[in-house]
């Protein structure tokens, strides 16, 4: 293994679940509920039907999927908290600023994901009004899961190079400290 490559395994499988989540995230988005407005005939009710369901369960799958890539790096890298000091610099600087971005973009697209499964699991029920004019089937906007899904692409990227600058900066060695009991700077004048 190269100074500061970091595991392959890692690499591959944070890749290979963010692909995933990415995956059941635009599966999701193409398989999103649909509802019309049906009136039965014999009792004059107004309600709406929904086609099939499973874009919920891509959604929670995706969710799942993109969590256990984020847990599995940051439980290797002990959530920068833990473990070996970073040494100083730009690798330091680095890795801390992807930290914080993966973070964020991970925040947003498990919000997209669990918003978007919720929603589309909600479904308008039976209306008694025998006139309902403004009876609307509730459905997801288009592309919430879409928007999931960029955002995953996007934690996958942060990921692997928050991994990469991380690695770089435990790898590192940490500049040992001048003694001051034997320091050569005096505090006298010019002689």
């Known amino acids: 293994m190269g100074e500061g490559k970091g595991s392959t395994l890692v ?3 944070v890749v290979v679940l963010s692909l995933l989540a990415f995956g059941f995230a635009i ?13 039965d005939p014999r009792t004059n ?3 709406c039907v929904y086609n099939s369901d499973v874009a919920t369960g891509y959604g929670a799958g995706a969710f799942l999927f993109l969590l256990s890539s984020e847990s599995l790096l940051m439980g290797v890298t002990k959530c920068m908290c833990f473990g070996r000091p970073l040494a100083p610099g730009g690798d330091r600087a680095w890795s801390i600023i992807y930290f914080v971005s993966s973070w964020v973009t991970f925040l ?7 918003a978007g499964a919720t929603k589309n699991a909600y479904h308008t029920k039976y209306r008694s009004m025998v006139y309902a ?3 609307s089937c509730e459905t997801l906007r288009k592309g919430v899961f879409i928007a999931a899904a960029v955002f995953v692409v996007a934690t996958m990227i942060l990921n692997m190079y928050y991994y990469m600058y991380f690695t770089k900066a435990t790898t590192t060695k940490v500049a040992h400290k001048a003694n001051r009991a034997s320091s050569t700077v005096g505090m006298t004048g010019y002689a």
Not at 27 to 39: C, K, L, V, Y
Not at 108 to 114: H, K, P, R, S
Request: proline content about 0%; aromatic content about 4%.
């Open 108 to 114: 947003v697209a498990e919000a997209c994901l669990i």
């Open 133 to 135: 004019q403004n009876l």
């Open 11 to 13: 690499h591959l499988l």
């Open 45 to 47: 009710e107004t309600h």
């Open 27 to 39: 599966a999701a988005e193409r398989r999103r509920s649909t509802g019309h407005i049906f009136e």
